[in-house]
Every structure is written in structure tokens, then in C-alpha cells.
């Protein structure tokens, strides 16, 4: 019974037929899996992006609460979600996986289903990468590229003060639903709490709104919130040489969010600042552009909103309900964090 092999019964070559077995290749790739190296054409004029994310076993997943299926999903869907605060197409995928031997094949199936299923629907191609065995956990390493028109790019320089702060969607909610899986058991717990659940762990990346943001022309600097929006607006501040006041209040919140915070108190209410995997995206455009921006935004089903300023000294601190503003401490995820 397939259901039951190991994917070691199948070997290296068994296993990338397998995964190339539900590839089909656009006119954009020439040559794909299969050869030493992958051959594809950019659009005329069109300049590459590149971009590469690792997630490993026990530091960005667990086996225990992620089904393959989402997890190859989400694998793609955070490589995508960083060509689309580039504004740019994304176009072709490399997979590289390392699998301890005993991995069932089925988890390799449903990984690959999931994986193929976020390509189809952004239109990336998976054209090649790299398959070996691991001796510490099943490791996943994927690289998108994707193009753009040098003009139209958008990076995390170019916000001016007197620019608004924008985010798309609603902010905190991967967190939320991590800290719901973390507590076993309180996913049951209340109404909407499985999409809390499912923002962790099936995350959207804003391909199509980070595209028409960028088409637009009203766009000055982007960036996708993986990390929490203080960090990720502290990396445009960063590069732009500005700072903002991020108004509490305004930041976007889901209602499971909110039922969340009331039915469990010891969850910290900051994961709306700082809250990692939410892959919605931050930008700063002139005011003058908010009721276009608005519009755009609907086009692609998605709300987003002005949820500060960009100021010329470079704090960026957040205004409170109460009035007050501060200097948050709390920053987002970092890996090597002392
Ligand atoms: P090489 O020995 O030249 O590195 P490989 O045997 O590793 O070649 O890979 C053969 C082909 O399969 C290449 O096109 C490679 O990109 C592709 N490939 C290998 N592993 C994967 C994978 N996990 N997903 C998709 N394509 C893969
Ligand atoms: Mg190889």
C-alpha cells in the first residue's frame, strides 16, 4: 500500500519524478526539472527578483500541528509574498528539500499537492531544486523569481514624510493562531479561532495587490509583514531615512482577533504590533492617493488602510487609545536575538 511507503523506498531519482510528475511548464520555461539547469525567458524589458526562505522542522513548523498539505502552501506562499513587496510578477520556483528517510511518501504527496496548488494559483512554475536526506528534521528551502519593469519595482527605500503608512488586511492574526496551537486545545475554544488557525498556517501572500500597488505608480517604498509591523515599517524607515507615528487605534484587527484577546487574557494584546506571518503587505504613499489606493485595493478583494505618517525624525512610535504616544520595545521575530 503507497500509503504506508517511506520515501526512502522510492530513492532520489523516484522521488523528484514524483514531484515533477504534476508540473506543467508554461512557455515562460524552456527547460525545466530535469536537466543541470533550468532555462526561462523574461518579458521584454523586465528585469529578475529573486528571492530564497528557509523553513525548518521545530523552528518555523511543526510536524505535530502542520498537515503537509499546508505546509507546502505556505512554504511557497512566504517566497511569494517577498516578489510581491517588490511589486513584481512572480514567475518560477526552486524546491529543495531535505527529508528524513523515514518521512511517509504520502507526506510527500500532500506536501507537493499543497506546494503546486499556492504555484497554480499565483502562476509560478516549479522548474528544479534539490532533493537529499536529513539527519535533523525535514528541512525546506525554496527560491522564487519573478519580473518586473525596472520602473514599476517598489523597494523598502523611497518613503517620505508626510507619506501615510498603509496595511493591507488584518494584522496579528498568525500569531494569534500560533499561540492557539502552542496551547493545545484552545483552537476548540471559540468562534473563528480555526481561521486565527489557518492565518498561521495558510497564509495568502498579496501577489495581486502588491502588482497593481506597484502598476499604480502611488507607491513609495513596500514591504510584506512577516515579522510584525514594527519591525518590518522599522526596516522602511531604515532604508528610507524617515521615521512615523503608527496610530494604535487604526491598526486593523479581526473580529476572531478581538474574541481572541477577551476569552484569553494572559495573550498579549502587542502581537498586533509585533506578531510575526501575517505576509500582508506595509507601504507609504502620499495622502492625496488614499481614495485610489482604497479603490485598487477592492479590485483585488482586499481591504487595507492608512494607519499612520511618515515623519522626517527617525523613531517610529506608536500613538496609544489613550492619546499618549510611545516608543514601543517589543520588537518582531529575531533569530539571534540576544
Ligand atoms: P544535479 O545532480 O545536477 O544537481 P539533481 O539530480 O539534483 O541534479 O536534479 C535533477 C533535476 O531535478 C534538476 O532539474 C533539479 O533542479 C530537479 N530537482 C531536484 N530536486 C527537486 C525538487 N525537490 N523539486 C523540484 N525539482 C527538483
Ligand atoms: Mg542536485
Known amino acids: ?38 532555462v526561462t525567458v523574461t518579458g521584454q524589458g523586465m528585469q529578475l527578483l529573486t ?12 510536524r505535530r500541528w502542520h498537515d503537509p498539505y499546508r505546509l507546502g502552501r505556505k512554504s511557497l506562499a512566504v517566497n511569494i509574498s517577498d516578489i510581491a513587496a517588490m511589486g513584481a510578477i512572480p514567475r518560477w520556483a526552486l524546491l529543495s528539500l531535505a527529508m528524513p528517510s523515514d518521512l511517509p511518501l504520502n507526506f510527500l504527496d500532500d506536501f507537493t499537492r499543497g506546494f503546486l496548488s499556492m504555484a497554480g494559483e499565483h502562476g509560478v512554475t516549479l522548474i528544479g531544486g534539490d532533493t537529499c536526506s536529513s539527519r535533523s528534521g525535514l528541512v525546506i528551502s525554496v527560491t522564487v523569481m519573478g519580473e518586473q519593469l525596472p520602473a514599476l519595482i517598489l523597494r523598502r527605500s523611497g518613503a517620505r514624510p508626510g507619506d501615510d503608512v498603509w496595511v493591507t488586511g488584518t ?34 501572500p498579496r501577489s495581486a495587490a502588491g502588482l497593481a500597488l506597484a502598476g499604480s505608480g502611488l507607491v513609495t517604498a513596500m514591504i510584506d509583514i512577516s515579522d510584525g509591523i514594527l519591525a518590518d515599517f522599522g526596516h522602511i524607515a531604515e532604508m528610507s531615512g524617515v521615521g512615523a507615528t503608527l496610530r494604535l487605534n487604526d491598526l486593523p484587527v479581526s473580529v476572531p482577533f478581538r474574541t481572541a484577546v477577551r ?33 485598487l485595493l477592492k479590485k483585488c478583494s482586499l481591504a487595507g488602510m492608512p494607519v ?31
Open 308 to 338: 499612520g505618517i511618515v515623519t522626517s525624525s527617525p523613531e517610529v512610535q506608536v500613538l496609544g487609545a489613550d492619546g499618549a504616544s510611545f516608543l514601543p520595545k517589543k520588537q518582531g521575530f529575531n533569530h539571534f536575538a540576544p
Open 263 to 295: 476569552a484569553f487574557p494572559q495573550f498579549p494584546h502587542h502581537l498586533v504590533l509585533s506578531g510575526g506571518e501575517d505576509y500582508e503587505l506595509c507601504f507609504t504613499a502620499a495622502p492625496i492617493h488614499r481614495e485610489k489606493i482604497t479603490e
Open 51 to 62: 528571492s530564497t526562505d528557509m523553513l525548518l522542522e521545530d523552528v518555523h513548523f511543526r
Open 1 to 38: 500500500m503507497t500509503r504506508d511507503k517511506k520515501i526512502s523506498e522510492l530513492g532520489e531519482f523516484g522521488l523528484i519524478s514524483r514531484i515533477a510528475a504534476g508540473v506543467f511548464a508554461p512557455d515562460n520555461v524552456i527547460t525545466g526539472i530535469g536537466d543541470d539547469a533550468a
Open 171 to 204: 494584522l496579528g492574526d498568525a500569531a494569534m493562531g500560533l499561540k492557539l496551537l502552542e496551547d493545545d486545545g484552545l483552537t476548540q475554544a471559540g468562534e473563528g479561532m480555526d481561521f486565527l488557525v489557518s492565518r498561521q498556517l495558510d497564509p495568502t
